[in-house]
């Protein structure tokens, strides 16, 4: 049974840093990519970052970039997203996701399997 399992996320002021951990069980984690996503109510679930199988290379939104981290551990199959300078706008559920190959990154039907996500809260 895949198992993709969310961490990290509360409330934060602006500017503040957080850190989201993702653990993945039940797949050969080295064989997916990995990737980030947030929505808010009622606005579709949008990409935020991702990274390929062993790790080589690293997509973001542009409204992260600069910003945010995605990393993974392949010893621990899990991934990371590092969050700096967080601002309200960033505010919403965030959930990652594991996809089979390293094309297609960005469109989140594609991936296979879903975390049940995690609230992340901006004041300013």
């Known amino acids: 049974q895949v198992q993709l399992v969310e961490s990290g996320g509360g409330l934060v002021q602006a500017g503040d840093s957080l850190r989201l951990s993702c653990a993945v069980s039940g797949l050969t984690f080295t064989a997916y990519a990995m990737g980030w996503f947030r929505q808010t109510p009622g606005k579709e679930r949008d990409f935020v970052a991702a990274i390929t199988r062993n790790g080589g290379r690293t997509y973001y939104a542009n409204s992260v970039k600069g910003r945010f981290t995605i990393s993974r551990d392949n010893a621990k199959n899990t991934v990371y997203l590092q969050m700096n300078d967080l601002r309200p706008e960033d505010t919403a559920v965030y959930y990652c996701?594991?996809?089979?190959?390293?094309?297609?990154?960005?469109?989140?039907?594609?991936?296979?399997?879903w975390g049940q996500g995690t609230q992340v809260t901006v004041s300013s």
């Open positions: 996701a594991s996809k089979i190959s390293d094309n297609a990154l960005l469109v989140h039907t594609f991936y296979g399997s």
